[in-house]
């Protein structure tokens, strides 16, 4: 049984002697001022990710411990410019009979994707319109591969392993609650657009083998995920013989979902439906945001500023 680290990165303390299994999020090679060469690393575990540095680096090391690779490091816990850092004392690639969970070495999402998408199953099975099922079956079915592993993005909420799953299943959720507390709502068209409002992330970004955002597409930089999501919409639509004032529903929930134009929105919700969207998609993304930084917060303080929020803070209330 393959033993991970005893000491999370996340409680990691000055001078603690730590030593485990780790993620490489970014592996660069540089020159000391003393003129001697060193990598400069991302150690990661699923708890949260700190810099380390490999002094006196031997030449083909850049190689050997590239970005992407899983190592086995002991390290000693410093501190630099109040910053904590892994000073690298011994590290080694790790090989296939070690059999590594990549998911306990990335930042990844707390519930089970196979039970997460289950319940997005049950939830489109369980929609009475043909037409909307159909639609919803059909592209789960076509990117359930990636929604497994997707992150919402690449640096904000829910940019996880399998994070735009979690996401999507959080949002599912609300919406079955605010279906029950407000019975006029088409559940059906709102459980719809729930699972299918972010389906364009999935063409808008570059996916590293961890699960985790490299970078962004040229289609994604150009166009972003709320265009790239119509445009899967309504070729499924086509496919599938959607009637085309159905399909226009749904592309106008995923176009107002983020409301304000500078948020990529140029139409605001237009109907109930689209307008829970918007707010199960921004009560979701903020309670993430601000529970990741409350993670690393002692009680009664407040978080470090979360560049998410307009760079507020956020106070951890004692239980």
Not at 13 to 23: A, L, P
Not at 177 to 199: A, Q
Not at 292 to 301: D, I, N, V, Y
Request: a negative charge.
């Amino acid at each position: 049984m393959v033993e991970y680290n005893p000491t999370k990165v996340s409680k990691m303390k000055k001078n603690d002697n730590v030593c485990g299994y780790f993620y490489l999020k970014t592996s660069d090679l540089r020159v000391s001022n003393q003129n001697s060469r060193y990598l400069d690393l991302t150690f990661c575990d699923n708890s949260g990710e700190i810099n380390a540095k490999m002094w006196n680096a031997d030449d083909g090391d850049e190689i050997l411990f590239r970005a992407g690779t899983i190592v086995y490091s002991e390290c000693l816990v410093r501190e630099f410019q109040g910053t904590l850092q892994l000073r690298v004392d011994k590290i080694r690639r790790t090989t296939e009979s070690e059999d590594i969970d990549i998911s306990r070495l990335v930042p990844s999402a707390p519930e089970k994707p196979e039970e997460m998408i289950a319940y997005i199953d049950r939830i489109a099975e369980s929609i009475t319109d043909a037409d909307y099922k159909k639609l919803v079956v059909f592209l789960v079915d076509k990117y359930r591969k990636e929604l497994l592993v997707y992150p919402a993005a690449k640096t904000f909420h829910h940019a996880i392993r399998s994070g735009l799953l979690y996401h999507t299943y959080t949002m599912l959720k609300g919406a079955r609650h605010y279906k029950e507390l407000y019975p006029e709502l088409n559940g059906d068209l709102l459980f719809t657009g729930v699972i299918l409002h972010d389906i364009g992330k999935m063409r808008e970004m570059d996916l590293m083998d961890c699960g985790l955002v490299s970078d962004y597409i040229t289609e994604g930089n150009l166009l972003g995920h709320i265009t790239l999501g119509i445009c899967i919409v309504d070729s499924a639509a086509i496919t599938l013989g959607i009637p085309h004032e159905k399909a226009v529903l749904i592309e106008h929930m995923i176009l107002s979902h983020h409301y304000e134009p500078e948020y990529g929105s140029p139409k605001k919700p237009a109907f109930p439906e689209a307008e829970v969207l918007h707010y199960l998609d921004i009560v979701d993304s903020r309670l993430y945001d601000m529970g990741s930084a409350l993670a690393s917060t002692k009680p009664g303080e407040f978080s470090e500023k979360i560049n998410s929020l307009e760079k507020r803070t956020v106070l951890r209330i004692e239980q």
